[in-house]
Nanobody, 120 residues
């Protein structure tokens, strides 16, 4: 039984910054990867950034250089620092984690999302 809880969303003006957090809790043995995805109204959910246990980090092209993903392993928490926000960044942001549970199974888990709204 694993839960992911996001926080840090809000409304900002273009050019502003936000820092999203996602905490994983429950029956966790290890976390193989954590990442962020977003979904704007009328669009499919899309990849934003991921960080894997071997240290590999990937960003979607439009956020490269503006967003930074980081993980605090001791706290089972992933962060997304978002700078120079643009109107087109407006979306619900969802945390994802690939987790090995204490019973041995590996599965992907999703948080409920946090809204980011950027005014132009």
């Amino acid at each position: 039984q694993v839960q992911l809880v996001e926080s840090g969303g809000g409304s900002v003006q273009a050019g502003g910054s936000l820092r999203l957090s996602c905490v994983a809790s429950g029956s966790i043995f290890s976390i193989n990867a954590m990442g962020w995805y977003r979904q704007a109204p009328g669009k499919q959910r899309e990849f934003v950034a991921t960080s894997t246990s071997d240290g590999t980090i990937n960003y979607e092209d439009s956020v490269e250089g503006r967003f930074t993903i980081s993980i605090d392993n001791a706290k089972n928490t992933v962060y997304l620092q978002m700078n120079s926000l643009k109107f087109e960044d407006t979306a619900g942001y969802y945390c994802n984690a690939r987790i090995r549970s204490r019973r041995g199974s590996i599965a992907d888990y999703w948080g409920q999302g946090t809204q980011v709204t950027v005014s132009s």
